[in-house]
């Protein structure tokens, strides 16, 4: 690996690392002692029949995504096994805890080891399978908007003011999304030089592109459409039931509604992509949204926020971590031509 590879990784791991490790201070710096009293006090008094029940609907999802894999693998003319693919997914998760985007990669290269699929062809479907899901937190986060529209904008409002200073500095206009703007243009400029002025970029991107474009749409080549769809409902069910059953958990928000419920979903969901596996923002955003709902009801509404953020944290991470290692044992380590032979499913997938 050259330096520039090695400085660009260190970054891309350390800095959002470095990020959620200051907002995990902050979640608690930000308490009161009478918070932090009321925080330990909810965790110890939880019903942790809701988070474990969540937890197991965690794995079907798992399971169920895993499955899903075989329907765009199997147009490619690769038959892989279940638990392969299972581990491989695992594993993925578990990575995208310490290197940020760097799951799906490694998910590739796992089942290239286990069941010999080249990795740009199985990437590509991680491609096609991370648009569907994309599709479908875009539905939910619009539904959510649409039904409860002036309790999204004043989270939002909050959400800014938290991380943004003061009042004052949200009202001023500036915007980070400037920077971003410039960020992306800064990045086409780069891109577009090394297009048409670098043969060799320009090749090795024609030729990934067409691998993630056979991905993409073995899709619609699949002879099951409707199985994939009916898997990709059963994974989003149950990582909303996750989500949601641990609500169940704390006599003060076990009322709250799905409007509630769901907008704590997205900023969960948002929180997950600004730090390793949503270190620090998880369960600080989340926390935000329910102390948003509770606080008039309840004296310690962010306190009882962030206890909620942190056990419904706490388990989905623990889950991930126990399963990602489990699967880092049990996967395959050499892919052999006589593995073809035997039998690849599981119960007759």
């Not at 949503?278 to 309840?298: E, K, M, Q, S």
């Amino acid at each position: 690996m050259s330096g520039k590879k090695l400085v660009g990784m260190t970054l891309k791991t350390l800095l959002p690392l470095a990020l959620g490790i200051y907002l995990f201070w902050y979640f608690f710096a930000s308490m009161s002692p009478e918070s932090k009293t009321f925080f330990y006090t909810a965790l110890r008094e939880a019903n942790y029949f809701w988070v474990v029940l969540g937890m197991v609907l965690g794995v079907i999802a798992y399971f169920s995504r895993a499955y899903r894999w075989k329907y765009v693998l199997e147009p490619l003319g690769y038959e892989t096994k279940f638990w392969n693919r299972y581990h491989a997914v695992m594993i993925g998760y578990l990575i995208n805890l310490t290197i940020p985007r760097a799951g799906e990669a490694s998910r590739s290269a796992m089942l290239y080891r286990s069941d010999g699929v080249p990795f740009s062809t199985s990437f590509g479907t991680i491609i096609a399978e991370r648009a569907v899901d994309f599709v479908v937190l875009c539905s939910i986060a619009l539904l959510t908007a649409f039904i409860g529209f002036d309790d999204f904008m004043e989270i939002k409002r909050q959400i800014e003011v938290q991380f943004g200073g003061s009042e004052q500095v949200v009202a001023s206009g500036f915007q980070w999304k400037y920077v971003i703007y410039g960020a992306f243009v800064l990045g086409v400029i780069v891109f577009t030089y090394l297009f048409f002025f670098k043969k060799s970029f320009r090749d090795k991107f024609i030729n990934f592109v067409r691998e993630v474009m056979a991905g993409l749409f073995s899709i619609f080549r699949s002879q099951f459409p409707f199985s994939y769809l009916l898997h990709t409902a059963i994974i989003w069910v149950c990582y909303l039931a996750m989500f949601a059953l641990p609500f169940q958990a704390l006599d003060a928000t076990s009322q709250l509604d799905s409007g509630a419920i769901m907008l704590g979903f997205i900023a969960g969901s948002l929180g997950i992509t600004f730090t390793n596996g949503g270190i620090g923002t998880y369960p600080l955003l989340v926390g935000l949204v329910v102390a948003f709902y509770i606080g008039d009801t309840h004296p310690e509404g962010q306190a009882v926020g962030n206890a909620l953020g942190m056990l419904i944290w706490t388990s989905q991470t623990i889950l991930m971590i126990l399963l990602g290692l489990l699967s880092l044992v049990l996967l395959p380590r050499n892919y052999s031509k006589e593995a073809e032979n035997e039998p690849s499913e599981l119960s007759g997938e």
